[in-house]
């Protein structure tokens, strides 16, 4: 059974850094693509980030770009986020996925994937 567990959404002041984590189980983490997503209260989710080991690919949803980055411990099975510079804007939940698309169009790619994580809370404090 593949299973996802999202860690280290906090209470974040404006300009602040945090890592989120998503830890694999079920599967092996360098065969797939692994991405992360975000939705805002009344917002459509959003990719942020994406990463496929297979091929060293990582694509960034513009508004991110410089900022956030994204990567994995392939002996953890674990994928992370660094989100630097952070703004009230990316204020949401944050979920890992699994098995989808990553390529440029990641910012609409949610539908592409197939596994979810139950979300971990980000607020950006202005």
């Known amino acids: 059974e593949v299973q996802l567990v999202e860690s280290g959404g906090d209470l974040v002041q404006d300009g602040g850094s945090l890592k989120l984590s998503c830890a694999g189980s079920g599967f092996t983490l360098d065969r797939y693509a692994m991405a992360w997503f975000r939705q805002a209260p009344g917002k459509e989710r959003e990719g942020v980030a994406c990463?496929?080991?297979?091929?060293?690919?990582?694509y960034y949803e513009d508004s991110v770009k410089g900022r956030f980055a994204i990567s994995t411990d392939n002996a953890e099975n674990t994928v992370y986020l660094q989100m630097n510079s952070l703004k009230p804007e990316d204020t949401a939940v944050y979920y890992c996925?699994?098995?989808?698309?990553?390529?440029?169009?990641?910012?609409?790619?949610?539908?592409?994937?197939?596994?979810w994580g139950q979300g971990t809370e980000v607020t950006v404090s202005s």
């Open positions: 990463t496929f080991v297979g091929d060293g690919s990582t």
């Open positions: 996925a699994a098995f989808g698309f990553c390529n440029r169009n990641i910012a609409t790619a949610h539908k592409s994937y197939d596994y």
